[in-house]
Structures are given as structure tokens and as C-alpha cells.
């Protein structure tokens, strides 16, 4: 099972960006889908961003035009870059490996943004 780690995070204000990375410990390109995932306090944890091993992506629908997810296969690392940045998308950030059967989740980074 593969081990993630995410970095990046941060206190940032409206309309700056960040980027967050998500660091694996073995081989990507065979995990059927790598994706960014978010959970605010008090809520339910979110999809944010996923991409497949084909390549496809898709976005929830709150962050659409804003995020974009990317992975270096080299380098076995995910990255989420988030521009325009809102209050709202205050939240722990965690990283998830699925592999169909079973999922992988990294420790999360929290993101803060302020008004």
C-alpha cells in the first residue's frame, strides 16, 4: 500500500493560491485514480479533484476553474495548484490513492484562507 504525504498548505488571503503536493512512496501510474479530497469543520469530507491513470480529471463543483490537478509520474507526486482562493475553501486538504478495492489517504494539510 502505497504512503503519501501532502505538503503545501498554509494561511493564505482571498484571491492568492497555493499549491499543494502529494508525495507517494512507490510508483503512480498503475493506481487506478489519485485525487485531492477536503473536509472544513463541522462538514462532511469533499471530493475536490481526481485524475486518473488515463489521465481524465474531474472537479467538484465548487473549485471548477479554479484548481487544477496535475501529476508528475517521475516523481511520483500529485499536485493540486488552487488559485483564487476563497474563505470558503478553508479546510484540511488530504491526499487519496484508489486502487478500486482499497483506497490510501495521506495525513492532510490544512489550507486557510482569509477574508
Known amino acids: 500500500q502505497v504512503q503519501l504525504v501532502e505538503s503545501g498548505g498554509g494561511l493564505v488571503q482571498a484571491g492568492e493560491s497555493l499549491r499543494l503536493s502529494c508525495a507517494a512512496s512507490?510508483?503512480?501510474?498503475?493506481?487506478?485514480?489519485m485525487g485531492w479530497y477536503r473536509q472544513a469543520p463541522g462538514k462532511q469530507r469533499e471530493l475536490v479533484a481526481r485524475?486518473?491513470?488515463?489521465?481524465?480529471?474531474n472537479y467538484g463543483d465548487s473549485v471548477k476553474g479554479r484548481f487544477t490537478i496535475s501529476r508528475d509520474v517521475a516523481k511520483n507526486t500529485v499536485y493540486l495548484e488552487m488559485n483564487s482562493l476563497k474563505p470558503e475553501d478553508t479546510a484540511d486538504y488530504y491526499c487519496n490513492a484508489d486502487y478500486g478495492l482499497f483506497a490510501s489517504w495521506g495525513q492532510g494539510t490544512r489550507v486557510t484562507v482569509s477574508s
Open positions: 512507490r510508483n503512480i501510474f498503475t493506481i487506478n485514480a
Open positions: 485524475v486518473t491513470s488515463g489521465g481524465n480529471t
